[in-house]
Structures are given as structure tokens and as C-alpha cells.
């Protein structure tokens, strides 16, 4: 069984759209993340929750808006989507948010933004 | 910018030889982990370092840390052509609620 799953894997889109990705952990962790991979392998933290409270944000855009609905599940939607925004997000979660020993990762969705 | 750097940024090994790749931090930290990413997926965790300890090994994995030059290195003996990978060190703030990576290593084993 997967243990960080996210969907899509792929997403091609235009400008100014908005879309979702969706991160689903099975390890029954409290936090989970959000990491920005830009084309130079550079990965960025931009959000993390702690049992569905927002405790980091890294100066991430408006347009971004994390959603966790419940402690497995932790959203992403762009709104007005821009061409800077392609990358690969990642999901990740980890047992708690303190003394973070060990992340455990999603496989990625590539986003396109055309 | 990057909390961690890694040198190289590239390195071309044959099957065989050892493979060292270094990570420079600028804050302080509470813990260094290392992870693997292999093209298109998710990284994986492969070891950690808490900031008391020096060195620690896992299978063919040693890693060093020396908080005073805010250094870690990680060596992969025996490498495989299965090890060609990215590599990247990350660092845990004081808090140890952040992980912050480097810009990684790509390593390429050859058969």
C-alpha cells in the first residue's frame, strides 16, 4: 500500500486557471507538507500542518490555499495559475511536528502551466 | 537561499568506487537527514544525524557531521548502479519543526 499517495501525477494547464492536487498519507501521522521542486531540483517548503492547523507557511502567494480536512489529507489548490508555477509538488508527512525525524514523501505531480 | 549546499553538484563514479558527497548548513540545527531521489519520485529518507553525534552508518551509508565547520558528508561505499540518484541533506531548525534541503547531488554510477 502506498503510503503518501498524490493525485494528479500529471497537470497540464493554461494560465489563470485554478486547480487542485490532492495528498492522502495511510501512515497515520499528525503533520503533513507541501514542497515546492523547481527545475533546478531546488526543494522549497511551502506549507505544513499539524493535525489540520496550518503551522508553517513559507511566504507563499495568496493564490495557494492548503486545505486538510482531516489529519490523512492535506489539499492544494492554485487559483490564477502563472507560468513561474510549473514545478513538481510535493506532499510529505511525518510522525509529528517536532524533532522531525523522517519525511515521508509523495511521488510528485509535474505541473504545467502554459 | 538554500539553508543547505551540497559539493558536488554532479559526480560520475564507476561501479565500485566510493562515492562522497559533502553539505554545508548556516544555521544551527537540531538534526541532518539525508535523502535519495530517484528520477520522477519522491525522496527517501536514508539516514539522520542528531547535532551530538559525529558519525553514524546504515549498511554501505556513512555519514560525518561536524557542527563546528557546519559540515556533513555522506559516503556510499561499494557504489551500484542502482545508487545513481539525487542526494540531499536537510536540516532541522533548533525548533525541529522545519526541514530546510540543499540543492542536492546527482551521482551517477556507471556499470
Known amino acids: 500500500d502506498t503510503a503518501v499517495s498524490q493525485t494528479p501525477k500529471y497537470l497540464v494547464t493554461q494560465m489563470g486557471n485554478d486547480k487542485s492536487i490532492k495528498c492522502e498519507q495511510n501512515?497515520?501521522?499528525?503533520?503533513m507538507y507541501w514542497y515546492k521542486q523547481d527545475s533546478k531540483k531546488f526543494l522549497k517548503i511551502m506549507f505544513s500542518?499539524?493535525?489540520?492547523?496550518?503551522?508553517i507557511n513559507e511566504t507563499v502567494p495568496n493564490r495557494f490555499s492548503p486545505k486538510s480536512p482531516d489529519k490523512a489529507h492535506l489539499n492544494l489548490h492554485i487559483n490564477s495559475l502563472e507560468l513561474g508555477d510549473s514545478a513538481v509538488y510535493f506532499c510529505?508527512?511525518?510522525?509529528?511536528?517536532?524533532?522531525?525525524?523522517?519525511?515521508?514523501f509523495g511521488p510528485g505531480t509535474r505541473l504545467t502551466v502554459l | 537561499s538554500q539553508q543547505g549546499e551540497e559539493d558536488p553538484q554532479a559526480l560520475s563514479i564507476q561501479e565500485g568506487e566510493n562515492a562522497t558527497m559533502n553539505c554545508s548548513y548556516k544555521?544551527?540545527?537540531?538534526?541532518l537527514q539525508w535523502y535519495r531521489q530517484n528520477s520522477g519520485r519522491g525522496l527517501v529518507h536514508l539516514i539522520l544525524?542528531?547535532?551530538?553525534?559525529r558519525e553514524k552508518h546504515s549498511g554501505r551509508l556513512r555519514v560525518t557531521l561536524d557542527t563546528s565547520k557546519k559540515s556533513s558528508s555522506l559516503l556510499i561505499t561499494a557504489s551500484r548502479a542502482a545508487d545513481t540518484a539525487s542526494y540531499f541533506c536537510?536540516?532541522?531548525?533548533?525548533?525541529?519543526?522545519?526541514?530546510?534541503f540543499g540543492g542536492g547531488t546527482r551521482l551517477m554510477v556507471k556499470p
Open positions: 500542518y499539524n493535525n489540520k492547523e496550518l503551522i
Open positions: 536537510a536540516t532541522t531548525n533548533n525548533a525541529g519543526n522545519m526541514l530546510t
Open positions: 501512515l497515520g501521522h499528525d503533520t
Open positions: 510529505a508527512s511525518s510522525l509529528t511536528s517536532i524533532s522531525i525525524s523522517e519525511q515521508f
Open positions: 544555521t544551527s540545527i537540531n538534526n
Open positions: 544525524i542528531r547535532s551530538n553525534e
